[in-house]
């Protein structure tokens, strides 16, 4: 973004700078979020049975919650919590640890079989349970040519899977990059890998593939008395990645000449980034911000608002609390550069102002967001 005036003799141009810049195809999961289902959920177990595309590859009791039902134990209020879907009103349940290696899973199709030698990249969502007694770090994605039977062989009917006695076909485990442990019991945290497909991937499933003395659990507090962890997912995708862009760009000085930023007019930020769940600004962010100052410095009749955004990931209150804090770092930046505090204001949205929709993960990036008008000063 250049930031020029009428008045100003010279025009001042600013890097840009494009960082790993994927886009992604259509994703090629059947029923992602669970909206398609056959029956409102009425008891506890019964994901396999009520939800389109999608089984289960042992006999575990997969729960399926929808705010559909009414049944205290079956609703976004439920037996082990309380949790909106992510998107739309559905979402699956499942236990990944328990103290006698009982384990739950669930299993999805793809619409087509990947394609050998291409980029793929899976995402999908987990919230704690409120009574969950641990956090987790191992879930895992056991990518199959085949779909899993449950008791098959001597493969265990309901306790952890091991996927060589799960299957004689092809198969593959994968795991979220991120050494962290999913403890949020209020958001939805993000797991996603990329992996490279071999051309036979046709199913996938998503639990715990290791038995307690190899899991690497955390303690979390909790009301319950008993000792396990169980998670929420929503919101699956396994989509082809197309691109890959690595590069800077300088914007050229001609196609600049008689761009001004106008009154009360909002502009989004380019390169204004943070981290997940986090309000501290990256040093990307900076010569983007230290370009709108010195706009700032030479228009002193101007003054500025910051408007922060945010997806609907996670709670209204968090998303609320986030995007104000992120609008106000911009704010202190600003004013730490030297622009008056009386010039500057700042706002937090939420998600409640979207420029997209959050169905997918390029809405949501789009309603990741930091804006700004400018204004005459008063």
Known sequence: MCFVDKNMKQITTLLFLIASSILLGQNLIINPSFETYNECPWRIGAFSSSVSEWSIPNMGSTDFFSACSENENTGIKNYNGYQKAKSGSSYSGIYVYTDKNYREYIQGKLSKVLEKGKKYKMTFYLSLADKSSYALKDIQVLITEEQLKP??????????IKPSKATKKQYKVYSNRDDIYFSDKRSWMKYSFEFTAEGYENYFSIGNFYRNPKTKKHKVLSTSPLFFSYYYIDDVSIEAIEKEVYENVDTPKNENKDKVLKVNKIYKFNNVLFNFDKADLLKVSLNELDELYLYLNEN?????????HTDNVGTNERNKELSEQR????????ISLG???????????GSSKPVAENKTEKGRQLNRRVEFKILKYQ
């Open 151 to 160: 008791c098959y062989k001597n493969n265990s009917c309901e306790k952890t």
């Open 300 to 308: 002193s009749a101007l003054s500025i608002e910051i408007y922060g």
């Open 327 to 334: 609008a106000k770092a911009v704010a202190d930046y600003l």
């Open 339 to 349: 622009l008056n505090t009386t010039r500057i204001k700042s706002f937090g949205f």
